[in-house]
């Protein structure tokens, strides 16, 4: 399959490994949560290999954008799945959340599982624990009143899981009472609201800016790097 506007962007390339950017809005593959949708980036990443199949060896929500690392082979995705569940692999994001939040956290919050499957979701699921690391990179307070107060304040975080359960950093900055601009699910619909209206478009204020790994072949430090996506630096006026 071969696409001529592939929305990914390719960070970097190997033998053994494909990384890429991912835009918001976009499902890595085939899921429960949306049976009618076509296009995922699997099958762009696919084309970006030659037509040759490629390995996810590692998620990112629909809204959520940024890097994002296939396998070329089904050894190396072994040897990356490995690593990263051992911890072995560090993960960045970069956050615009509700409040002031603190210069630097730990969240150490335990999270119950989240099924795909709609039909599992009212039954009791595994809690499993969940630890992220946070620091603040800037405040602003804008002049307008979305709640209560005559003025509204925002954070820029960083975020860094040291788990990977399901949505989260979503959960634990909501967690903290600083959930993410544009979280449908676990943020704060004004605020949210406000944003989609002043920029024209609503969306997650949440991108994977780096992953940091041992090339599972070489052994070398891997570092992939991506800026955050033109609607995401959009909305960042507001700290300037």
Same mark, same amino acid.
């Given at each position: 399959? /071969?696409?001529? +506007?592939?929305?990914?962007? &390719?960070?970097?390339? +190997?033998?053994?490994?494909?990384?890429?950017?991912?835009?918001?809005?976009?499902?890595?593959? !085939?899921?429960?949560?949306?049976?009618? &949708? $076509?296009?995922?980036?699997?099958?762009?990443?696919?084309?970006?290999?030659?037509?040759?199949?490629? #390995?996810?060896?590692?998620?990112?929500?629909?809204?959520?954008?940024?890097?994002?690392?296939?396998?070329? +082979?089904?050894? /190396?995705?072994?040897?990356?799945?490995?690593?990263?569940?051992?911890?072995?692999?560090?993960?960045? #994001?970069?956050?615009?959340?509700?409040?002031?939040?603190?210069?630097?956290?730990?969240?150490?919050?335990?999270?119950?599982?989240?099924?795909?499957?709609?039909?599992? *979701?009212?039954? &009791?699921?595994?809690?499993?624990?969940?630890? /992220?690391?946070? !620091?603040?990179?800037? $405040?602003?307070?804008?002049?307008?009143? @979305?709640?209560?107060?005559?003025?509204? *304040?925002?954070?820029?975080? =960083?975020? #860094?899981?040291? /788990?990977?359960?399901?949505?989260?950093?979503?959960?634990?900055?909501?967690?903290?009472?600083?959930?993410?601009?544009?979280?449908?699910?676990?943020?704060?619909? !004004?605020?949210?609201?406000?944003?989609?209206?002043?920029?024209?478009?609503? *969306?997650?204020?949440?991108?994977?800016?780096?992953?940091?790994?041992?090339?599972? @072949?070489?052994? &070398?430090?891997? @570092?992939?790097?991506?800026?955050?996506? =033109?609607?995401?630096?959009?909305?960042?006026?507001?700290?300037?």
């Amino acid at each position: 399959m /071969t696409f001529a +506007d592939n929305p990914l962007v &390719e960070l970097y390339r +190997d033998q053994w490994l494909l990384a890429v950017h991912k835009p918001a809005g976009l499902l890595v593959h !085939r899921s429960p949560i949306d049976k009618h &949708e $076509t296009e995922f980036a699997l099958q762009y990443a696919r084309a970006l290999n030659g037509g040759e199949h490629v #390995y996810p060896v590692h998620r990112l929500d629909r809204p959520t954008s940024g890097v994002l690392l296939f396998a070329r +082979d089904p050894e /190396t995705a072994r040897l990356v799945g490995q690593a990263m569940m051992a911890g072995e692999v560090e993960k960045t #994001y970069l956050a615009m959340v509700r409040g002031w939040a603190p210069e630097i956290g730990v969240i150490d919050h335990p999270l119950e599982d989240e099924p795909e499957d709609r039909r599992l *979701r009212g039954a &009791e699921q595994p809690v499993r624990e969940a630890l /992220t690391h946070f !620091r603040r990179l800037a $405040t602003t307070e804008i002049p307008v009143a @979305i709640e209560r107060y005559p003025s509204s *304040r925002y954070s820029l975080v =960083e975020l #860094y899981p040291k /788990t990977g359960r399901k949505h989260q950093l979503r959960r634990h900055m909501k967690h903290i009472n600083h959930p993410i601009i544009g979280d449908a699910n676990h943020g704060r619909g !004004r605020h949210n609201r406000y944003f989609a209206e002043r920029f024209g478009e609503g *969306r997650l204020m949440l991108a994977a800016t780096r992953l940091s790994l041992s090339h599972p @072949i070489s052994g &070398e430090e891997l @570092i992939l790097v991506s800026a955050p996506e =033109e609607s995401f630096s959009r909305v960042l006026e507001v700290f300037s």
